[in-house]
């Protein structure tokens, strides 16, 4: 089945310390992304990437780092330099069409981080 | 700076009744735009995607109209059910900035009792 895979499903962290979310996809798609999701605030965009070795900041990127080194891959390390980073963690990914605009968007089931 | 709002932020209803989500963005100059269900703890489904040039797009009890000069979409459901409880999100794809990502609203939570 075509999809997009986020692991860990639950993650629980110490003040301090980093730790990378996974995120791949067997849909082929060039654009990928990472969103935040709190209650009452709705989804905001970390990073995207619209293809390899490319990536852009979004609204919070601050404390974040990305990578996309593959297609089919686009990792997310929450650093110890993110001040709140307990929050549920949603990755999704999309097709391109000419002129670079994205179309139809899906997600994985996304993974919740708490900090200890 | 393109907004996007979703009216009311939570709606109950009775099993059996028809009911709109409503979606306002402020920039009409949209390349497309696209609902999504999500279940509690859960990631996005999408439901429907309306490209600019659309009105309208169906699938199923599910209907999605587009009106880009009054800023607004919305979603039928019709006779509705308790599965259909979830949160419902809209989310625009500018049309003057290719490469750029998804904006959100917040979101309308639906609850169907039976």
């Known amino acids: 089945d075509g999809g997009i895979t986020q692991s860990p499903k639950y993650l629980f962290r110490k003040e301090g310390q980093n730790v990378t979310l996974s995120c791949e996809q067997n849909?082929?798609?060039?654009?990928m992304y990472w969103y935040r999701q709190d209650p009452g605030q709705g989804l905001r965009l970390i990073y995207y990437?619209?293809?390899?070795?490319?990536?852009q900041k979004g609204d919070i990127a601050e404390g974040y780092s990305v990578s996309r080194e593959k297609k089919e891959s686009f990792p997310l390390t929450v650093t110890s330099a993110q001040k709140n980073p307990t929050a549920f963690y949603l990755c999704?990914?999309?097709?391109?069409f000419g002129g670079g605009y994205t179309g139809e968007l899906f997600f994985g089931e996304g993974s919740r981080l708490t900090v200890l | 700076k393109q907004e996007v709002t979703q009216i009311p932020a939570a709606l109950s209803v009775p099993e059996g009744e028809n009911l709109v989500l409503n979606c306002s963005f402020t920039?009409?100059?949209?390349?497309?735009l696209q609902w999504f269900r999500q279940d509690p703890g859960k990631g996005l489904t999408s439901l429907l995607l309306?490209?600019?040039?659309?009105r309208e797009q169906t699938s199923g009890r599910l209907n999605a109209s587009l009106d880009k000069s009054s800023g607004r979409s919305t979603l039928y459901i019709a006779a509705s059910q308790p599965g259909d409880s979830a949160t419902y999100l809209c989310?625009?794809?500018?049309?003057?900035?290719?490469?750029?990502?998804?904006?959100f609203g917040k979101g309308t939570t639906l609850s169907v009792s039976s």
């Open positions: 309306i490209q600019s040039s659309q």
């Open positions: 990437s619209q293809i390899v070795n490319d990536f």
């Open positions: 849909l082929n798609h060039d654009a």
């Open positions: 989310a625009v794809n500018l049309a003057n900035q290719a490469g750029t990502a998804l904006i």
């Open positions: 920039d009409s100059a949209i390349y497309n």
């Open positions: 999704a990914s999309s097709s391109r």
